[in-house]
């Protein structure tokens, strides 16, 4: 929240970004700028001088170039939906907010090279919508997909329930614009297919997290739309027999294969409780619960559904399987997935837990799961360890619920924090990854620095250093 | 070549690092050292102090932390066939060559996986040999295969004639491990296929020229090996109607397209020169020649040749080529590359000239060759330009021959420079790159300073003198 009393620099710092933005491009009114200073899952509210929503990069230039003047720091923020509290200020309320949603542009989508070109506020919805309408998708796809931003995807390299095939945002970022630390603009959304002119500098701004730049613009890569896709439920035994089935399905639809999910059989009744419509696919119960998707980019003499049935023929003469159902309309595809997508807020609606964006190797994340949860069940009595999520790239979701009678404020930051601390020690010892897909931001920077390696740190550091010397871009978020 | 008269320092160094090293890893003998100061174009000579060939990552650490101490330049070299000589020291001779190639182990194929760990010398060529054997591939592949190693690969972010898919070395490499200016190892060989603990560090070792550290290991992605493939030949009449006929192809097998090269009729000319023994696969003569190649992961019910005739005639029906002929085994498959893998030596066989590795964004390719070419043809008469490559990347070797009597040596250091700078110019003003596969090494190092984005390069310089504050790592190369 802004304060009544500003003191003289910053006040001079403001009255002249006000000049600079007019009255639609910055504001100091509290009920305004408020909602912005709270992270979407309530964990971490801030205080910010005042919010900033320039119109353009020429704006979010000049703007940055006054921050380093005055020596302002800069929170960047785009749908403020993500996990880390990366887009939400300290308290000391001396930080700016500077929101990119009012640079929502599409500016071009190209058919013919197969790329959209937009600014940095253009939300992931919005961008699916406009890639369809031409007859493309953006394969990228997450639960806040409402909310979430091109800007905020890159800064944090999001990733989501379809990077078994296409990868993380990462992978389908083919140009960058973004406004570094003292105001200047690198620019490169003219994708090169082949430019070894040094190494890649928007690789570096990537998952930067605002600390090395912010992202004002993209070119994206699309895809030609889907011309089918097929969504299988199977039941399965265990862990490694759901590991044993990717394999099977990767060697059976390789890239075809797009989407591998897997839920415990407790997160199924989570949401068959917290979505009374839910019809869970499969009538028995099965340890574990996964979720296939396959697609067609174009229609075969071979129908995907043809393809999809023998897969699974083959799967249940190896006993990989206990059961299966394919979804038999589109319809009933994106009711799959709805169960996929309620298990987030059905679990966090069972009680206090601490979740855990986790990633291991591949081939190593049955074991893991196996071992560790019993591990940490015997550790902390009365807890529950979950996992579900993206099986096909060795990241969990990895959950651990409080016992019955727990009272969130208190079990949180005593027992919540022991456990964290406890996953994120294992998770190191496996050769994992404290955060996967959600970045790192605030919630986890003081676990990188506990748990990563120094080596990678002093490289982070030097290079966070090197960019950005005054260190105004995200303070106190990732290194 | 060495020096009698060493320093004091030096000579210290030199015995401390033999010590280190023992027989086998340090020589200081001229003419064991003496292949290795040319590049292999013959452009550049260099000398140094010593030939260090360590054993294993240790020894590297070991050795970079006494080059350190004793302020000593390093030079790391793999395969030395770079185009811009990259891996050749200065004269000075204070620089120690550091050889990658006795590292050279291929240390695991995961076939589970698809990857494949080896050490920085192994030679792509065996890389190759070794994941057929388990009827897997590794699809980077270029002209230097024989010699090229996986850390020079790494560290040039080499590209060659199947990026079209699969993309440039950057895209292949899954874990890295690498020596700091410092000695310290970077190691992270182990992959993640999701890790968002800030920006990604091998990707900013990848393609920096050894400036930054010095790849000693790597993770390489591997591709269940082809069922089938089909090259096919067709002569169009414009370079236009060749973009045309790519679009038509990517349209019709999408990611079974692996390769699309161009050539222009007097290149077929040279190869037919150079090599008796090449038959031209079309009778007639064409303006452009086309070199297809679609591949097939697994042997489906519509057979490739099928669809690559279907393909074909489709192409005709629309008149996007004058002729065709598809390989009738994969024999003839392979004549079909011959010819195009002999344009270059062709090329070169035909006298001096100037060679530019140039790309723009890949829609632009045609228009920009055929603007270019009749200009610079204008503005130095007698000589001839001519492009061939991969114009599916958006990326020619662009030649340009002197006129017939001129003499190579006076010729390159004068007119040729002078083409070179004009083609720079006109290639940045079309938006493209400088060099798109081979790096800039010390070719290009003045062009980039010359032409690059003044804030991308203060980014590479701050990032370079952040990493290796004292300068020592390949000094004189990219930045």
Redesign the interface.
């Known amino acids: 929240m802004t304060d009544t009393a500003v003191p003289p620099p910053l006040a001079s710092f403001i009255e002249k970004a006000a000049a600079l933005l007019g009255p639609r491009g910055l504001t100091t009114d509290p009920e305004l700028v408020a909602p912005w200073l709270t992270d979407w899952r309530g964990r971490f509210t801030g205080r910010a001088c005042a919010l900033a929503s320039p119109a353009n990069v020429e704006e979010v230039s000049a703007l940055v170039r006054l921050c380093a003047d005055h020596g302002v720091p800069i929170v960047p923020q785009g749908g403020n939906s993500g996990m880390s509290g990366g887009a939400t200020p300290d308290d000391s309320g001396t930080a700016l907010l500077l929101s990119l949603r009012r640079m929502n542009a599409i500016r071009d989508i190209d058919t ?2 197969g790329r959209a070109t937009c600014e940095a506020g253009v939300i992931l919805q919005t961008l699916h919508e406009a890639a369809e309408a031409q007859d493309f998708r953006f394969p990228l796809t997450l639960g806040g997909k409402g909310s979430a931003t091109v800007g905020g995807l890159i800064s ?2 999001a ?1 989501g329930s379809q ?1 078994l095939r296409h990868g ?1 945002m ?1 992978a389908l970022v083919l140009g960058l614009e973004a406004v ?1 630390a003292d105001g ?5 959304l ?12 928007k ?7 605002g600390t ?1 730049g912010i992202v004002t613009a993209a070119t994206l890569r699309l895809l ?1 739309a889907v011309a089918e896709r097929m969504v299988i439920w199977a039941g399965v035994h265990s862990l490694p027999a759901a590991r044993a089935l990717l ?1 099977h399905c990767d060697a059976m639809e ?2 075809a294969l797009e989407g591998f999910e897997v839920m415990p059989q407790a997160s199924i009744d989570a949401v068959v409780d917290h979505l009374p419509t839910a019809r869970p696919p499969l009538e028995g119960r099965h340890a574990w619960h996964v979720l296939i998707e396959v697609v067609a ?2 229609t ?3 129908t995907l559904r043809d393809r999809c049935e023998a897969m699974m023929a083959e799967a249940f003469e190896k006993e990989l399987v206990e059961d299966a159902a394919l979804s038999a309309s589109e319809a009933q595809a994106e009711a799959f997935w709805l169960i996929r997508e309620t298990v987030p807020p059905a679990e966090r609606a069972r009680g206090p837990a601490v979740q855990h964006d986790i ?5 190593s994340m049955p074991a893991f799961v196996e071992t560790t949860a019993p591990m940490l069940e015997a550790e902390f009595p009365g807890t529950e360890a979950i996992a579900f999520g ?1 099986l096909g ?3 969990v979701h990895y959950h651990v619920i409080a016992p019955g009678a727990s009272d969130a404020s208190t079990w949180n930051a005593t027992q919540g924090k022991a456990i964290s601390r406890r996953v994120h020690d294992l998770v190191t010892q496996w ?10 931001g605030q919630l986890k920077r003081d676990e ?1 620095a506990r748990l ?2 120094p ?2 740190l ?3 550091r ?2 966070k ?3 950005d010397p005054r260190g105004l871009l995200n303070p106190g978020k ?2």
Do not use: C, W, Y
Not at 184 to 188: A, E, G, K, L, T
């Open positions: 013919e090279s944090t390299n990733g990077v993380s990462r570094l200047q603009v690198f620019s490169q003219t994708p090169l297919k082949k430019d070894n002119r040094g190494f890649d500098l690789q570096l701004l990537i998952g930067s997290e090395l030609p394999l390789g890239e980019d174009r075969g003499v071979d990633s291991v190797p591949v081939e993206h790239d060795g990241n050769g994992g990854s404290i955060s996967a897909e959600h970045g790192i990188l990563g390696d080596v990678a002093s490289m982070l030097a290079v250093q090197a960019l990732l290194v």
